[in-house]
Nanobody, 119 residues
Framework: QVQLVESGGGLVQAGGSLRLSCAAS????????MGWYRQAPGKQRELVAAITAGGTTNYVDSVKGRFTIARDNTKNTVNLQMNTRKPEDTAVYYCNARLVIGINEYTYWGQGTQVTVSS
């Protein structure tokens, strides 16, 4: 069982920056991939950014060049640096961890943190 706790959400003006942090209860070196998802009102949850244990990153097109995901193995955290925020970035952001052990795959979610971008 992996527990994930997000922090860093809040209100920011358009063009501003914000950093989200996700603290894991397990050593993240063991975790296959970690990522950030978001869900805006009336919309489906979407992947924003992900990073594998090997450091390979993946971003949704709408945040490329603005957001950066990074792992800190010493602190067991995954951070999402969000720059040049836009109103359409407003959503609840969720931390996700995917753990593959043999043929079994386990998925864990944080409780979510609200991010609001004012225009």
């Amino acid at each position: 069982q992996v527990q994930l706790v997000e922090s860093g959400g809040g209100l920011v003006q358009a063009g501003g920056s914000l950093r989200l942090s996700c603290a894991a209860s397990e050593r993240i070196r063991r975790i296959t991939a970690m990522g950030w998802y978001r869900q805006a009102p009336g919309k489906q949850r979407e992947l924003v950014a992900a990073i594998t244990a090997g450091g390979t990153t993946n971003y949704v097109d709408s945040v490329k060049g603005r957001f950066t995901i990074a792992r800190d193995n010493t602190k067991n955290t995954v951070n999402l640096q969000m720059n040049t925020r836009k109103p359409e970035d407003t959503a609840v952001y969720y931390c996700n961890a995917r753990l593959v052990i043999g043929i079994n795959e386990y998925t864990y979610w944080g409780q979510g943190t609200q991010v609001t971008v004012s225009s």
